[in-house]
């Protein structure tokens, strides 16, 4: 089952690179539960680091959620 911690980690080994939420979705996503799933990890990784300073990035631009790890 996939959780916070590989979506995060996968962020992370990709320092720099900005994925839309859509991404992530087709990514990691095999089944439409998955979807549903991942959708709603990445809605709570999305709240949890709007409101802290730390180097996970998640921006909205034209209606789409982007989130990017960010070393600098």
Do not use: P
């Not at 996968?10 to 994925?19: A, H, I, R, V, Y």
Request: aromatic fraction near 10%; hydrophobic fraction near 35%.
């Amino acid at each position: 089952m996939l959780h916070k911690r590989i979506l995060l980690d996968f962020l992370k080994s990709n320092n720099g690179k900005e994925f839309s939420k859509e991404e992530l979705i087709n990514r990691f996503a095999e089944s439409g539960d998955d979807e549903k799933l991942i959708d709603k990890l990445l809605s709570e990784i999305e709240v949890d680091h709007t409101y802290i300073k730390n180097q996970l990035v998640a921006s909205c631009k034209g209606g789409t959620v982007y989130f990017k790890w960010d070393n600098q």
